[in-house]
């Protein structure tokens, strides 16, 4: 048993360095808002989501919900601090005034709905085995609408064949996190954390099957750049449509920083 204990503090300190790592791959990403001035085709919603995930994931790993939880806690925890710098980010950059109040309501609703699952299920289960259940399921349900959300940026990578929008790194650190966090679950079996995170190996695999196979088709010159930022092309043409289709791609823009146990 003890050997057993050691491998799963070894999988699980593991598991927080890639899911560390994982909080930082959408730097390039803020690192080109930053030098565009402009969030352009990249949607706010990943991020509060992803924030309200790991928020989530604290409040399963705290001892009076699920004791031996600790490495839990702490990767959860350090993700809530990067997800809530990313969100700022975002509402600094966004041009878009729709995009963000649609981003400041969703950060509101979020604050609500959590505030309301912490204090309904510690006052009205007593015990560790029905706060592992409620929270656990809710981690669930949450893990896999969020793992469903890069689903629609991968359709549009193979309509687009690009891409563009989709950062390889953040597939990666996906795949990578899923995987591990699905290991550390087996190690003393919980379904909480097994299910989701298999669930988030598996599709960030399938990501990094399209990058491989749609990464030559992909145009990264500045002239499409421009086009589908709508600023005038070298004809004096402005391309307001592939505008409206950036700013209107919704959730899938990004992909989903989640899966984090």
């Keep these: 048993m003890a050997i057993v204990d050691t491998i799963r503090l070894v999988v699980g300190i593991i598991g927080n360095i890639i899911s560390v790592f994982l ?3 959408p730097l390039p990403t803020f690192v080109n808002v930053w ?6 085709g990249y949607s706010g919603f990943p991020y ?10 604290v409040l399963y790993g705290m001892p009076f919900v699920h004791p031996h939880s600790i490495l839990v806690v702490t990767v959860n925890g350090a993700g809530v601090l990067f997800e809530a710098v990313y969100t700022i980010f975002f509402l600094i950059f966004c041009k878009n005034k729709s995009e963000k109040r649609r981003v400041v309501g969703l950060l509101a609703l979020i604050f609500v709905f959590f505030a309301a ?3 309904l299920s510690l006052t009205l289960e007593h015990t560790h085995k029905r706060r592992t259940l409620v929270i656990g399921t809710i981690c669930i349900v949450f893990n896999v609408f969020m793992y469903a959300a890069p689903l629609s ?3 549009r990578v193979i309509q687009t064949k690009s891409v563009k929008y989709m950062p390889f790194y953040l597939s990666l650190g996906c795949f990578a996190n899923g995987l591990i966090w699905a290991v550390y679950g087996c190690i003393h079996f919980d379904i909480n954390l097994v299910l989701p995170n298999g669930l988030g190996s598996l599709l960030g695999a399938c990501q990094l099957i399209l990058y491989g196979v749609y990464y030559g088709s992909t145009r990264w010159d ?3 750049e421009e086009k589908e930022s709508g600023r005038p092309d070298k004809n004096g043409n402005s391309n307001s449509q592939a505008m409206k289709n950036l700013s209107g791609a919704g959730h899938g823009d990004n992909v989903d920083r989640n899966g984090i146990p």
Excluded at 35 to 40: E, F, G, L, N, Q
Excluded at 48 to 57: D, E, R
């Design 48 to 57: 509060p989501m992803t924030l309200l995930n790991c928020a989530l994931w």
């Design 35 to 40: 030098k565009w001035k402009s969030t352009r």
């Design 23 to 25: 909080f930082l791959s």
């Design 222 to 224: 500045e002239e499409d």
């Design 153 to 155: 940026i991968m359709k």
């Design 117 to 119: 699952v912490a204090s």
